[in-house]
């Protein structure tokens, strides 16, 4: 690639911005993301040499998570932020130096049109997906200055990766501030037919993430990461289903999580 093109923009004029907020001003506590929603492409970059099925799996997005979050955002009143565009263009969860951030491969299946990128290519990507969508969070933080705001970060898992069934229905991570992961594990745990993972399927870690340590973890809101199984929220109304339950948990909690103070920044 020439110095010229890569000072060419990533999306042209008539594609999705990189990000797409929701209820910018909503009255509610919470505040939602979503870094996974979309497994759209810029039409730059074709479909990375991946076929029409990896685009629609997993590995390019988090299926139903975003109707979760959109439900979720009308039932709090709550802003929401949503990714615009694939994990695989970039991952909007990874700091940019991870080899995680444009990956050229995932779950053992490799991603030709991310090989050997070059610094320009890798910074357009950055320039304009990455950033964007973490300045619009934190343009809508911002703007809530002096109210108090929990942040929750929605994804959904697949139900079986390498072979293994995983049997949480949903799951809670968190890093080191367990406060608000404790009070909604409480409420949901209450459903015993519900086996919740806490820290299960995955946790957070402040060095492989990237949402939560940076708009929770260092501006010292309260946060969680909610994980649902993808086979859950296949349709729209089982998703809307468990944006209901989530809703539910996060209203019996808000009154003690609004209590929470602010952790102290690092
Ligand atoms: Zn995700």
């Known amino acids: 690639m020439t110095a010229a093109i890569a000072n060419e923009t990533l999306l042209a004029s008539d594609e999705p911005a990189a ?5 910018a001003d909503g009255a509610g506590s919470a505040v939602v993301v979503c870094d996974h929603a979309s497994n759209r492409l810029p039409r730059r970059l074709g ?8 685009l629609a799996d997993h ?12 439900r979720l955002s009308e039932l709090l009143d709550a802003p929401l932020v949503l990714s615009a565009y694939s994990r695989l263009v970039i991952d909007c969860n990874r700091p940019t130096h991870s080899p995680e951030s444009i990956p050229a491969q995932t779950n053992g299946v490799p991603v030709p ?9 890798r910074a357009l990507r950055i320039e304009a997906v990455f950033s964007p969508y973490h300045r619009a969070i934190s343009d809508v933080l911002d703007r809530r200055a002096g109210r108090s705001s929990l942040l929750l970060s929605i994804h ?24 608000l992961a404790a009070l909604i594990l409480a409420a949901m745990n209450r459903d015993a037919s519900l086996l919740v993972g806490d820290n299960q399927p995955y946790a957070i870690d402040h060095a492989a993430d990237y949402t939560i340590p940076v708009h929770g973890e260092d501006r010292g809101l309260p946060h969680i990461l909610v994980e649902i199984r ?6 729209p109304a089982d998703a809307a289903a468990w944006a209901a339950r989530l809703a539910a948990a996060f209203s019996q909690v808000e009154p003690a999580a609004l209590r929470l103070h602010r952790i102290s920044r690092r």
């Not at 990000?19 to 209820?23: A, D, K, Q």
């Not at 959904?156 to 406060?179: E, K, M, N």
């Open 47 to 54: 479909a990375l040499g991946l076929g029409a099925a990896d």
């Open 113 to 121: 049109g991310n090989r050997m990128l070059t610094p320009g290519e």
């Open 19 to 23: 990000f797409e907020i929701v209820n």
């Open 156 to 179: 959904s898992f697949t139900a079986v990766l390498a072979g293994q069934r995983r049997p949480w229905s949903i799951g809670f991570a968190h890093g080191r501030d367990r406060r």
């Open 59 to 70: 590995i390019a997005w988090d299926p139903g998570a975003a109707d979760v979050a959109r």
């Open 230 to 235: 993808q086979d859950g929220i296949a349709t």
